[in-house]
């Protein structure tokens, strides 16, 4: 049997983990969500009696404590796995279409994206260093990798790849730390995928999209488009169970590797 927890779980990516993981009554899956009441999308699978919804804001101290506290009362003091979802895209302008004031605002995202992360991990890892598996995993972002930042020549969403960025480089310095203590930390990047379904409205930005693809194809003949949530994840979990110390530190793709798409 193995424990979960999903930080960001009540929809898109975060939710197909749950979805999937509880899938197996041997595994326990903990949903980390900021209000229980409103993750409409998580609400089906709360009948199940290995899923848990656990409140989790994670940039509330207390909010994490707390939330640790009771996945440690459930799970007898430890956690398997933590893989951390949740987090804030930007409005994907180019700088020099953004005021001085946006600028200032959308660093706030730094807040929930850098901090909110580094926060959860520590207020998880002594719960993590009791489990069997000992990974903390992070979600990240094929924009934090520079090499593919510039075949594709995207200039967008610079906040949000600084922000990736960040939480990889507090992965790599974590792996070094906890090595000694057997604890594996990994950046995964979950491909392009399509949440639209349970985004809130559910509408696909389709101008936004063509023009995307358009610009990708040439670069990768391969990519048939995004993928769906559940595609990604079972190729996310793929790579998290052959993930082994070896690893830990790395940023790579849902393909376990290079190949962002």
């Known amino acids: 049997m193995a424990s979960y927890l999903i930080v960001g779980a009540s929809r898109g990516i975060g939710l197909a983990f749950v979805k999937q993981l ?3 009554q041997q595994n326990q899956a903990f949903a980390g969500v900021r209000n229980v009441e409103s993750s409409i ?14 409140k989790l804001d994670m940039t509330d101290v207390i909010s994490l404590k707390a939330a640790a506290e009771e996945v440690a009362r459930i799970n007898n ?7 951390i979802n949740a987090g804030l895209t930007d409005s994907g302008k180019l700088f020099k279409d953004y005021t001085y004031e946006e ?6 995202m730094f807040t929930n ?28 972002s094929a924009n934090a990798d520079s090499e593919f930042t510039l075949t594709v020549e995207s200039g967008m969403g610079a906040t949000y790849t600084a922000t990736k960025a960040a939480l990889n480089a507090y992965i790599t310095k ?15 990047c979950p491909g392009m995928v399509d949440v639209g379904a349970t985004r809130d409205p559910p509408v696909l930005d389709q101008s936004r999209y063509e023009s995307m693809m358009k610009k990708l194809k040439p670069l990768f003949p391969d990519f048939k488009g995004p993928l769906t949530p559940e595609q990604s994840v079972d190729m996310i979990l793929e790579v998290i169970d052959k993930t082994t110390m070896a690893d830990s530190g790395t940023f790579v793709s849902h393909n376990g590797n290079k190949e962002w798409l």
Do not use: W
């Open 41 to 54: 999308h998580l609400r089906p699978l709360l009948s199940r009696p290995n899923v848990h919804a656990i």
């Open 113 to 140: 994206n850098v901090l909110g992360p580094v926060l959860t991990m520590k207020a998880f890892l002594p719960l993590v260093s009791q489990g069997s598996q000992k990974k903390i995993i992070a979600i990240s």
């Open 174 to 188: 974590f792996s070094v730390q906890y090595c000694q203590e057997g604890i594996i930390f990994r950046s995964i």
């Open 103 to 108: 600028i200032i605002e959308e660093h706030s």
């Open 22 to 24: 509880s899938a197996n």
């Open 77 to 83: 003091g430890k956690l398997d796995v933590m893989i």
